[in-house]
């Protein structure tokens, strides 16, 4: 689902782009769309992060052998080469491979980071504690949160791909797309999030201390994680709430504060609390309770 999510996007780009170069030869495609030049050492910076908590996460993935979690380290990985591409834009304002490459690669990735939340959940209620404590059958929970986001992700896509157009109409109609997209997708990580307080509300109301089980360090972390990648989902749609013009989208700063340092963090709170250490088949207590 990805794959095609990818496939779409780097068609609607493709049309952004060509309209923005059509509508306005003086300018490059990096000012017809980002409105600002891309800062090289914050791109080689943030790769380098990236790259390093990806080696992190790929050993931890390694030692323990959970496979399932093959995900978070790849699309960290990803995420470090797209700003790798970045860096070449400073050069090359005008290159439509390097522009399509690193915005998709930086893009797509993160989808990869709430997947591996949404298949955690299910292992950690299944494996942990008891299944009835979710609203929702915990094995699901990945596939119907990862559709969600595929279709969100759609949407944004042809928001992108309607905003550069010659048309003023247009433009602003791809704006109110995307805007629908990213609010779409807030909403729903936000149901994923309250889907993950229900299990934890129910786990205090069976009178059981999640810091004297096995498991306990799962849950913390689980929900710091998924509170870092809800800042990015806000600052997202705050974002295109203001329009194409608006401050927040004309300057890179506010990018790499709210949405790639979020990122971050959430995912390199993985590597010294990796969950297979902690999840476990059973817990005697939890699994007694109906």
């Not at 060509?18 to 409105?35: F, G, K, L, P, R």
């Not at 913390?220 to 998924?226: A, V």
């Not at 013009?245 to 949405?259: K, V």
Request: charged residues 10%; proline residues 5%.
């Amino acid at each position: 689902m990805q794959w095609f999510s990818f496939l779409f996007s780097l068609s609607a780009l493709v049309g952004s782009v060509s309209a923005a170069q059509d509508s306005n030869n003086d300018e490059t495609i990096v000012q017809m769309v980002y409105n600002y030049n891309p800062s090289r050492v914050a791109a080689v910076v943030t790769g380098s992060l990236y790259l390093l908590t990806s080696a992190c996460l790929f050993a931890r993935l390694f030692s323990n052998r959970a496979w399932w979690g093959l995900c978070l380290p790849v699309g960290s990985m990803n995420m470090a080469i797209g700003f790798f591409i970045r860096m070449g834009l400073q050069q090359n304002p005008n290159s439509l491979i390097l522009f399509i490459s690193q915005h998709l690669m930086i893009l797509v990735s993160p989808s990869a980071f709430l997947v591996f939340n949404y298949v955690l959940y299910g292992r950690f209620v299944t494996n942990c504690v008891n299944p009835s404590y979710s609203w929702t059958p915990p094995r699901k929970v990945s596939t119907w949160f990862s559709i969600s986001d595929l279709i969100t992700s759609l949407i944004q896509s042809v928001g992108a791909g309607m905003q550069s157009s010659r048309s003023t109409s247009t433009e602003k109609l791809g704006v109110n797309i995307a805007l629908a997209g990213f609010a779409l997708q807030t909403v729903s990580f936000a149901l994923f999030i309250l889907l993950f307080l229900r299990v934890y509300k129910r786990i205090r109301a069976d009178s059981i201390s999640p810091s004297s089980e096995t498991w306990g360090p799962i849950m913390p972390t689980l929900l710091f994680s998924s509170a870092m990648f809800m800042v990015r989902c806000i600052y997202r749609t705050v974002e295109y709430a203001q329009g194409s013009g608006g401050y927040l989208m004309t300057h890179e700063l506010w990018l790499y504060l709210f949405a790639t340092l979020p990122f971050f963090i959430g995912i390199t709170v993985y590597i010294p609390f990796w969950p297979s250490k902690y999840l476990v088949e059973q817990t005697d207590l939890p699994m007694s309770k109906s």
